[in-house]
Structure formats: C-alpha cells, structure tokens
C-alpha cells in the first residue's frame, strides 16, 4: 500500500523492468543486458582521473 508520486518515477521504471526481466527468464529469453557473445561482451577498464576522448 505505497502511494508513490512523481519523484518515485525510478522506482516504478525499476520495478518495470525487473518484472520484464523476470518473465525472460521464465519464458527461457535472455533478460535485456545480457550478453553471451564473448567478442562483444569485454570489460571496459575506467582509470580514475584519466580522460577518455571518443574514436570516430
């Protein structure tokens, strides 16, 4: 019996989207962010204080 408002807008996306998630598992799907190929699914590595400008 919460009574959420406006500013608990996150929290109703997350409960959404973990609900989704849950129903691609049992439906036997991936959930969204799951990624299983190993060529795409490396690790960035984030250096404190290092700048990081885009490759074009």
Known sequence: ???L???DEGVILLRKL???AM???RAGRDPRGVVRDPE???M???IPGEV???VS
């Open 44 to 46: 960035i590595e984030i």
């Open 5 to 7: 408002g406006s500013s």
């Open 18 to 20: 973990d609900r989704e």
């Open 40 to 42: 795409k699914n490396s």
């Open 52 to 54: 990081v400008t885009p």
């Open 1 to 3: 019996m919460e009574h």
């Open 23 to 25: 129903e691609d598992a």
